[in-house]
């Protein structure tokens, strides 16, 4: 029988997560896994907003990638990846040897694109990583009622922006009432520079959110692009300059510098570019899914939702691959489910070009989140955990 290969996930995202339910069935036979990942928790970032309005614990929306690992018998190394030596064949970690691979896949995900903008670096809290949002967020919180008031600016009018300044909104009103304080006081302004909000997605979602923010007093600036930050404003192309006590940002992703430095192929973005097989355009055994992946000539949109989809082949080409057999293509569906809260316990949601809100939407929204990480929490414990020194 060959020698088994070294399979080595890198991240454990929602996708990687989610594949090594399936892997820890098939591989086995012929390969051994290894997992490389920052935190030995995931953060689900759909339950995030939740977790900001309070309906959430950290546990409820976390995926414990340890346990996980234990159960999918893969080996779980807790360390920050910095390069990988494609031709050598090796991963390489802060603080402990480079891990060397045979087949590998990555799974890094996306983080808003601070970088290309002056300034934004330094005075913008990013809504990725999870971790270090949540400890700007509550930084601003409790400077914002220090204060009495605040102008809050969240720049990017995807999604997450959309969730983000709602839940704010919300949030940042009920604490100052609190307080006994005006919670009028606290402003949001949502800064995009599309011609509308949410303009993936169907027009009716799009409208209805238009109408919430309207009625919570959200201001919403459209077709200007934020060109450059310094301390207290946004300033934009046209000129126009936006004030902030507290700025977020949460536009389009960018993926890691690094991945830059390996040689794979990758799309003018820096995702890593890869065949409808998830494998690399460049380099074979060599794997992206997820957010960091970006299908050559197919827009996969970079979604929760994608990736978990892209999980379940990823699971078998990782299999078939270390048995040397032919891969199989992703095939995204065209339609799916959009459900966005409007931080609180209501949300819009949208499937094609029908759109529908209400609080059972946020309960259906709810249903689906609170299942799919309690999906990881049956799972049973045991195998070996390596931290990094
Ligand atoms: C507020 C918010 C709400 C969202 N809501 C939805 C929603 O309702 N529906 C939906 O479909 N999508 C939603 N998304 C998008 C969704 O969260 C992402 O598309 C999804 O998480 C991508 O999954 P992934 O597997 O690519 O990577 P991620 O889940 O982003 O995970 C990446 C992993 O890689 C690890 N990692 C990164 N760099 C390194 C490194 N150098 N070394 C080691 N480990 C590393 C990280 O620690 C993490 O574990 C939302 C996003 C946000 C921010």
New binding site residues.
Partial sequence: MPAKKEIVL???????ANALRALCKSVHEHARLTV????PR?PY??M??GLMAGFYTNDDIHIDVAGLCRFAGAKLVVS??SGIDIHARRVFCEAREPIPFDILSI???STPNTHEVPGADAHAVA???VDKFLAGFEAARARLLQRGSAQFVVVGGG??GV??ICTMERVLRADLEREGLNPDAVGFTLLTRKAAILDMFSHGLGTRFERILAARGIEVITGKNASRVEAGAVHTDCGAVVAYDELFWTVEASA?PWLGETGLALDERGFVAVRPTMESISHADVFAT???ASFVGRAVP????Y?VRQSVVLAENLRLAAEGAPLKPFLPQKRFLQ?ITAGERYAVGARGRFSFEGRWVWHLKDRIDRGFVSGFKRLAPAAETVKSA
């Fill in positions: 890198i991240g454990a995202g929602l996708a990687h490389v990942t920052r935190h995931t970032s759909a995030l907003p920050e990846v799974d890094t995900g809504i990725k990583p999604a997450s969730e983000l890691a997820g957010d960091v970079k979604a929760g939702i990736a459900l």
